[in-house]
């Protein structure tokens, strides 16, 4: 569910005073320099600040109207929703909490200025490392290379050792799994092979881990034959 902060027409008026009226602008996203911002997150912390930075270009005042994000995770923050004027520059800031989230995450804001017509779309991208991580979320098989092995990497995106120690998920015969020791307690490698009993259709394989955050104690990848 989207998170939203909101300032109706007539309560940004009501703070700023009424523009002139003048054709509005097509495009605010030209304010914008840089619309993406990617973090590398570091492990443990529990909040991160992101801040997209622009120049007002326009004639019209830049005041936030309306804010939607697709993601509670982050939340814009009010200090950063003030009227900017031409040729003033101005920021929008949010908090970033993870929580749980690990991996690659992409979360889209959308951010609407009073007297504009349309709103800008910024995007926020983040790598969380976790204790344990799979090289692939998903390994696929077609009828011409059904037989062909493929590997799954399974290491730590932090500091900490961890072992495999079950795998489970498939049913019996459908799959032949190979486990090599890269680095121990750093870096494994299963090779998968479907046999002769594996049909068209979508399996799961889940690779338990004695990892200490109990979010990556399992990782699953998912198996597509065709």
């Known amino acids: 569910m989207g998170v939203r902060i909101a300032c109706g ?21 030209t304010a914008f320099p840089n619309k993406v911002v990617k973090l590398q997150v570091e492990p443990g912390k529990e ?8 120049i007002n270009p326009h004639e019209l005042p830049m005041l936030v109207q309306e804010v939607d994000s697709d993601c509670g ?33 992409s979360i ?51 500091s900490e050792d961890f072992r495999i120690t079950d795998l489970t998920g498939l049913p019996k015969g459908l799959f032949i799994i190979k ?5 121990e307690k750093r870096h494994y490698r299963l090779h ?13 394989l889940q690779i338990h881990t004695d990892a200490s955050d109990p979010n990556t104690q399992i990782v699953e990848v998912y198996f597509r034959i065709q």
């Open 9 to 29: 027409v007539a309560c940004a008026w009501a703070l700023i005073g009424a523009p002139p009226a003048q054709a509005s602008p097509k495009d605010i996203g």
């Open 47 to 54: 909040s991160f600040k992101v801040v997209w930075a622009y």
């Open 73 to 105: 995770c982050l939340a814009v923050e009010v200090d950063s929703i003030a009227q900017v004027a031409k040729g003033e520059s101005g920021k929008i800031t949010a908090k970033f909490s993870p929580g749980a989230r690990r991996g690659f995450l």
């Open 108 to 158: 889209l804001l959308k951010v609407r200025f009073v007297g504009y017509d349309k709103p800008v779309e910024l995007t926020f991208e983040a790598k969380i490392p976790a204790p344990v991580e799979a090289s692939v979320q998903e390994l696929s098989w077609t009828a011409k290379n059904r037989q062909q092995a493929q590997t799954i990497d399974v290491t730590t995106g932090t």
């Open 179 to 183: 486990q090599e020791t890269v680095k």
């Open 192 to 204: 998968i092979t479907p046999t002769g009993k594996a049909g068209a259709g979508v399996q799961y």
